[in-house]
């Protein structure tokens, strides 16, 4: 049976903030490839306009293997003259906003030079950077991100860029994973650019139909031919899918009503699908609050209404074998993972 095969089983063992299944522990150095562990993706990882600025401390202190979503922009402010890659929400800054290098790269530090020291343990990559989002059409954007992954190889999962992107390289395996979009700036940059032989140090997202923009194909959402929506393999750059709950179930978080067998038979379809075709996959953003959602910043659209109706949709992600779960609740969606695993 293969390793994929395997975890099909189910996951059985709660180590810091993931689901492991037995075929990662039949197999450490594989044991991050798709549907081999279920992690939080932390949300919106970055402050909004100087608030929320312990967001990275808060993901992290939920402990590792993990996810940190962080959207980037290029920002001109004060000095147009100096342009910085700055963490934000959107295309636009006010000069106030923190770097990547100093959000993130900083943050994770002492947790990277702990890992490279100890050495894999089956848990690497401990922390994927997630940067679906380069916000902003600058022509010293995209090659700026890639300069400074640059600066960080040696933490950094790469895979030789093969002559045929069909022809997928192993990735050699470091404490930290960068993914990001299939947006054409970023393909350009991260990918078409890179020698053959070269070293690829970020990989995009899958060419995909996105369902939950596609009225047509919303309206066959009960029954979607995954095949069509999903028809290429991983490649060498394309390594991952993402998704809206939408995908799932249609009204959106706000209205989406009780959960049921048919629907998490979709969910698991989809899953199951990105798998076969070699993509991690992740679903965004999976929250259930009251008003302190309004008080940290979390948006509505994404809101199930009740803790207890987002842990109905992380429990059916997790089993499904989601690979990265995006929730803004860090802490509590950490706790119950834990948890799950260790029923």
Same mark, same amino acid.
């Given at each position: 049976?293969?390793?994929?095969?395997?975890?099909?089983?189910?996951?059985?063992?709660?180590?810091?903030?993931?689901?492991?299944?037995?075929?990662?522990?039949? *197999?450490?150095? +594989?044991?991050?490839? $798709?549907?081999?562990?279920?992690?939080?993706?932390?949300?919106?990882?970055? $402050?909004?306009?100087?608030?929320?600025? @312990?967001?990275?401390?808060?993901?992290? *202190?939920?402990?590792?293997?993990?996810?940190?979503?962080?959207?980037?922009?290029?920002?001109?402010? $004060?000095?147009?003259?100096?342009?910085? !890659?700055?963490?934000?929400?959107?295309?636009?800054?006010?000069? #106030?906003?923190?770097?990547? %290098?100093?959000?993130?790269?900083?943050?994770?530090?002492?947790?990277? /030079?702990?890992?490279?020291?100890?050495?894999?343990?089956?848990?690497?990559?401990?922390?994927?950077?997630?940067?679906?989002? !380069?916000?902003?059409?600058?022509?010293?954007?995209?090659?700026?991100?890639?300069?400074?992954?640059?600066?960080?190889? #040696?933490?950094?999962?790469?895979?030789?860029?093969?002559?045929?992107?069909?022809?997928?390289?192993?990735? =050699?395996?470091?404490?930290?994973?960068?993914?990001? +979009?299939?947006?054409?700036?970023?393909? &350009?940059?991260?990918?078409?650019?890179?020698?053959?032989?070269?070293?690829?140090?970020?990989?995009?997202?899958? %060419?995909?139909?996105?369902?939950? &923009?596609?009225?047509?194909?919303?309206? &066959? !959402?009960? #029954?979607?031919?995954?095949?069509?929506?999903?028809?290429?393999?991983?490649?060498?750059?394309?390594?991952?899918?993402?998704? #809206?709950?939408? @995908?799932?179930?249609? /009204?959106?978080?706000?209205?989406?009503?009780?959960?049921?067998?048919?629907?998490?038979?979709?969910? &698991?379809?989809?899953?199951?699908?990105?798998?076969?075709?070699?993509?991690?996959?992740?679903?965004?953003?999976?929250?259930?609050?009251?008003? /302190?959602?309004?008080?940290?910043?979390?948006?509505?659209?994404?809101?199930?209404?009740?803790? =207890?109706?987002?842990?109905?949709?992380?429990?059916?992600?997790?089993?499904?074998?989601?690979?990265?779960?995006?929730? =803004?609740?860090?802490? @509590?969606?950490?706790?119950?993972?834990?948890?799950?695993?260790?029923?």
């Amino acid at each position: 049976m293969s390793n994929v095969g395997v975890l099909r089983m189910g996951f059985v063992i709660a180590a810091a903030g993931l689901c492991m299944s037995v075929g990662a522990m039949a *197999a450490e150095a +594989s044991g991050f490839l $798709p549907g081999q562990r279920v992690l939080l993706d932390a949300h919106n990882c970055y $402050p909004y306009k100087a608030l929320y600025a @312990d967001r990275v401390t808060r993901a992290l *202190a939920t402990g590792t293997p993990l996810a940190i979503e962080m959207d980037l922009a290029w920002c001109t402010l $004060p000095d147009p003259a100096q342009g910085r !890659l700055v963490v934000n929400h959107g295309a636009k800054c006010g000069g #106030s906003e923190p770097t990547l %290098r100093e959000y993130f790269f900083d943050h994770v530090k002492p947790i990277v /030079e702990a890992a490279l020291k100890e050495g894999n343990k089956g848990n690497w990559p401990v922390i994927t950077l997630n940067i679906n989002d !380069l916000r902003g059409d600058d022509p010293a954007f995209a090659p700026a991100v890639w300069n400074l992954l640059g600066e960080y190889e #040696s933490w950094l999962c790469t895979a030789v860029k093969t002559d045929n992107p069909a022809d997928v390289s192993p990735l =050699d395996v470091k404490p930290v994973l960068v993914l990001t +979009s299939g947006e054409d700036k970023a393909v &350009k940059t991260f990918y078409d650019d890179v020698p053959v032989g070269g070293k690829l140090r970020a990989f995009g997202g899958a %060419r995909a139909v996105e369902l939950s &923009k596609d009225e047509k194909a919303q309206e &066959k !959402l009960e #029954s979607p031919d995954l095949a069509r929506v999903l028809p290429e393999k991983a490649s060498n750059f394309r390594r991952w899918w993402n998704h #809206s709950w939408q @995908d799932i179930e249609k /009204e959106g978080q706000r209205h989406a009503g009780e959960w049921t067998p048919a629907k998490a038979a979709r969910l &698991k379809a989809f899953v199951d699908h990105a798998h076969k075709m070699g993509y991690w996959v992740r679903f965004y953003t999976l929250n259930g609050v009251g008003t /302190e959602g309004v008080m940290n910043g979390w948006g509505p659209d994404y809101n199930f209404g009740t803790l =207890d109706a987002a842990k109905i949709r992380w429990k059916a992600a997790a089993e499904a074998g989601v690979d990265f779960i995006a929730t =803004d609740q860090y802490e @509590d969606f950490s706790a119950f993972l834990k948890t799950t695993c260790a029923k």
